[in-house]
């Protein structure tokens, strides 16, 4: 209910345009909880440009930090293959 806060998220989340995807983890100590590192879209239009990933439907056994996020392989498969599946859809 902050001004600030009302200012910042005014307009939604989503450009116009562009795709987005968010990849996380149950186990992130610095977003929590995690789930809010997830988009939502109110139109269903808006939410085919939207693919929320968590990386242990990658790898169930996945233990991945935050900070370890950027480093980790099965983290960078999940990008190389959403940047596959982009360039396909073009």
Same mark, same amino acid.
């Given at each position: *209910?902050?001004?600030?806060? @009302?200012?910042?998220? !005014?307009?939604?989340? =989503?450009? +116009? *345009?562009?795709?987005?995807?968010? #990849? ?6 610095? #977003?929590?909880?995690? !789930? ?7 139109? +269903?239009?808006?939410? !085919? $440009?939207?693919?929320? =990933?968590?990386? @242990?439907?990658?790898?169930? !056994? ?7 996020? +950027?480093?980790?392989? %099965?983290?960078?498969?999940?990008? %190389?293959?959403? =940047?596959? $599946? =982009?360039?396909? @859809? $073009?």
């Amino acid at each position: *209910g902050h001004e600030t806060i @009302e200012k910042i998220n !005014e307009g939604g989340d =989503l450009d +116009p *345009g562009v795709t987005y995807t968010n #990849i996380a983890t149950h186990f992130d100590t610095v #977003i929590q909880p995690p !789930e809010t590192c997830f988009l939502t879209a109110e139109d +269903p239009e808006d939410a !085919e $440009r939207i693919r929320n =990933l968590w990386v @242990e439907n990658l790898d169930s !056994e996945a233990v991945v930090l935050h900070p370890n996020m +950027p480093f980790d392989h %099965r983290v960078r498969a999940l990008v %190389r293959a959403d =940047l596959a $599946r =982009l360039v396909e @859809e $073009r």
